[in-house]
């Protein structure tokens, strides 16, 4: 992170508060548009998403599937070994770093050929007058101050806790901490039953831990559509985990050795490890927004328009710190959207109901847009497609054939099957499939101008094809 040289004030088109995602992409987009742009982040360039989510997430979920891979060698007649796979959790380790520590590199130099200054420091908002000025404390650009015509906003979120469990980074962690541990429990519970805990939990059962999920909601990632999340559930219960849904943790003990986790009507777990999984809360609290009139909710989320400016003219906020979808690719679209509004554009808000939703357990989850429910309760008369993986020739070859992928449509007023409203996907791979469902979602197309589109063969995606193809009344394989 560079450390700017010259005087203790300087003056910048935009000053953009916060590192990650949404940070880094106004600051990008804007200097590519010619702004003067200055970007201040406290600690590693990209962020939570880059250092402490999705990157490292993904990179240890990659290690349980190589894992996966191994243990079933034999059924592609490959010989593994008798013993059978071990992980070297260091190992894992160690490569997911080096994998965060080239992105962050790759990053570094991108915004220092845009020309962006970055500043290394605590930013705290001093004025949103007419000029804007942040003073700067900590790191290698403490006791800075400097000023912009413009404030882009995006600092971030931190992972939620429950009172009573006091994390401490080996018994009781977050997924700050997760991503970082040398050695996987023996027992582990996951509190929290949504996108992220039911990612650590798929990691870590797949690499020999006994996991046990304590969701409060009566089902398992709420807002997947629920054909989606049974092929899900059920695939966990096969591998071992203990899902427990409709329950509410009340608190924790030490016993044995052990840590007793109490929830639902007088029940409890034994693990060696607990793991908080409930979500993340905007991080607003060193901003110093009460004193500039910033308004910050009552849940601590920056209130904003759809073009994402807030109530104080010539003030933006961007990505987790607001109130929408906590998604890097979200947040790099609201840092857009950010940058064209001081540039005078007028853009288009960002559509936050077909944006694309990716989850990365085994099997995967992908979808955009409606869910059946959601859709007829926005009062759309639907119909419905779904086709599975069983019969897909690819999925047979890889030896992954849990998973489906459907279709909801508008149904027309002779009875067809009109626009696409949804795209719902749980299998191998769909987190890569789901693009030519997501656009279109969004280009509003018909089933009929889809389904006249050709599929490679064989592919996973082509039982996207086959679904929409099903929705015209003259499928091929259904």
Request: glycine share 12%.
């Given at each position: 992170?560079?450390?700017?040289e010259g005087?203790e004030?300087?003056?910048?088109d935009?000053?953009?508060?916060g590192?990650?995602?949404g940070?880094y992409?106004?600051a990008?987009?804007?200097?590519a548009a010619g702004?003067?742009?200055a970007l201040?982040?406290?600690?590693?360039?990209?962020?939570t998403?880059l250092?402490?989510?999705?990157?490292?997430?993904k990179?240890?979920?990659e290690?349980?599937?190589v894992?996966?891979?191994?243990?079933h060698a034999?059924?592609?007649g490959?010989?593994a070994?008798?013993d059978?796979?071990t992980v070297?959790f260091?190992?894992?380790q160690t490569r997911k770093?080096?994998?965060?520590?080239?992105?962050?590199?790759?990053?570094t130099?991108?915004?220092?050929?845009?020309k962006?200054?970055?500043?290394d420091?605590?930013g705290?908002?001093t004025s949103?007058?007419?000029?804007?000025?942040?003073s700067i404390?900590g790191?290698?650009?403490?006791?800075?101050?400097i000023?912009?015509d413009?404030?882009i906003i995006?600092a971030g979120?931190?992972?939620?806790?429950?009172?009573?469990?006091d994390?401490?980074g080996?018994s009781?962690?977050t997924?700050?901490?997760?991503l970082?541990?040398?050695?996987?429990?023996?027992r582990?519970?996951?509190?929290?039953?949504g996108?992220?805990?039911?990612?650590?939990?798929s990691?870590m059962?797949?690499?020999?831990?006994?996991?046990?999920?304590?969701?409060?909601m009566p089902?398992i990632?709420?807002?997947?559509?629920?054909?989606?999340a049974?092929?899900?559930e059920?695939?966990?219960?096969?591998?071992?985990?203990?899902?427990?849904?409709?329950?509410?943790?009340?608190?924790h003990?030490d016993v044995?050795g052990?840590?007793r986790v109490?929830?639902?009507?007088?029940?409890?777990?034994d693990?060696?490890?607990?793991v908080?999984s409930?979500?993340?809360?905007?991080?607003?609290?060193?901003?110093g927004l009460?004193?500039?009139?910033v308004?910050?909710?009552?849940r601590?989320?920056?209130?904003v328009?759809?073009?994402?400016?807030?109530?104080?003219p010539?003030?933006?906020?961007?990505?987790?710190?607001?109130?929408t979808?906590?998604?890097?690719?979200v947040?790099f679209?609201e840092?857009?959207?950010a940058?064209?509004?001081?540039l005078?554009?007028?853009?288009?808000?960002?559509?936050?109901?077909?944006?694309?939703?990716?989850?990365y357990c085994?099997?995967?989850?992908?979808?955009?847009?409606?869910?059946?429910?959601s859709?007829?309760e926005?009062?759309?008369?639907v119909?419905t497609?779904?086709h599975?993986?069983?019969?897909n020739?690819r999925?047979?070859i890889?030896g992954?054939t849990?998973?489906?992928?459907?279709v909801?449509?508008e149904?027309?007023?002779?009875?067809?099957a009109?626009?696409?409203?949804g795209v719902h996907?749980?299998?191998?791979?769909?987190?890569?499939?789901l693009?030519?469902?997501?656009m279109a979602?969004?280009w509003?197309?018909?089933?009929?101008?889809?389904?006249?589109?050709?599929?490679p063969?064989?592919?996973?995606?082509?039982?996207?094809?086959?679904?929409?193809?099903?929705?015209t009344?003259?499928?091929?394989?259904?």
């Amino acid at each position: 992170m560079s450390n700017p040289e010259g005087s203790e004030s300087s003056h910048f088109d935009v000053v953009v508060i916060g590192g990650g995602p949404g940070g880094y992409a106004a600051a990008l987009y804007g200097a590519a548009a010619g702004l003067n742009i200055a970007l201040i982040e406290k600690g590693k360039l990209g962020g939570t998403c880059l250092n402490v989510g999705c990157i490292p997430a993904k990179e240890l979920l990659e290690t349980a599937a190589v894992f996966r891979t191994v243990q079933h060698a034999s059924l592609f007649g490959v010989n593994a070994g008798s013993d059978g796979p071990t992980v070297d959790f260091s190992v894992t380790q160690t490569r997911k770093q080096g994998v965060i520590d080239t992105l962050v590199s790759g990053l570094t130099g991108l915004l220092k050929h845009r020309k962006v200054t970055v500043f290394d420091g605590i930013g705290q908002v001093t004025s949103t007058g007419a000029t804007k000025a942040v003073s700067i404390s900590g790191g290698r650009s403490d006791a800075t101050t400097i000023t912009s015509d413009n404030l882009i906003i995006a600092a971030g979120s931190v992972p939620r806790t429950i009172p009573g469990f006091d994390v401490d980074g080996t018994s009781i962690v977050t997924s700050d901490e997760l991503l970082s541990i040398q050695e996987l429990p023996a027992r582990a519970a996951v509190i929290g039953g949504g996108a992220i805990g039911i990612e650590f939990a798929s990691m870590m059962c797949d690499l020999g831990t006994k996991v046990t999920v304590l969701e409060a909601m009566p089902k398992i990632i709420p807002g997947v559509d629920p054909d989606a999340a049974k092929i899900v559930e059920r695939s966990l219960k096969k591998r071992g985990v203990d899902i427990r849904t409709g329950v509410m943790v009340s608190g924790h003990a030490d016993v044995d050795g052990a840590k007793r986790v109490s929830f639902g009507d007088d029940q409890h777990v034994d693990v060696d490890m607990i793991v908080l999984s409930i979500g993340r809360r905007p991080f607003a609290d060193l901003l110093g927004l009460d004193a500039v009139g910033v308004p910050v909710d009552e849940r601590g989320f920056i209130p904003v328009d759809d073009a994402c400016r807030t109530s104080v003219p010539g003030v933006w906020a961007v990505g987790d710190i607001i109130a929408t979808a906590q998604l890097a690719h979200v947040g790099f679209a609201e840092g857009m959207v950010a940058i064209r509004g001081i540039l005078g554009e007028d853009p288009r808000p960002v559509d936050y109901l077909n944006v694309p939703w990716c989850i990365y357990c085994h099997p995967e989850v992908a979808f955009a847009g409606h869910t059946e429910d959601s859709a007829k309760e926005a009062g759309f008369d639907v119909v419905t497609s779904t086709h599975k993986f069983t019969g897909n020739g690819r999925a047979m070859i890889v030896g992954e054939t849990d998973g489906l992928v459907k279709v909801i449509a508008e149904k027309t007023a002779d009875g067809r099957a009109g626009r696409m409203l949804g795209v719902h996907m749980v299998g191998p791979w769909v987190t890569e499939q789901l693009g030519q469902g997501y656009m279109a979602i969004n280009w509003e197309a018909t089933v009929d101008e889809v389904a006249a589109f050709i599929q490679p063969h064989p592919t996973m995606s082509e039982l996207f094809g086959e679904t929409v193809m099903a929705l015209t009344g003259r499928a091929l394989h259904g």
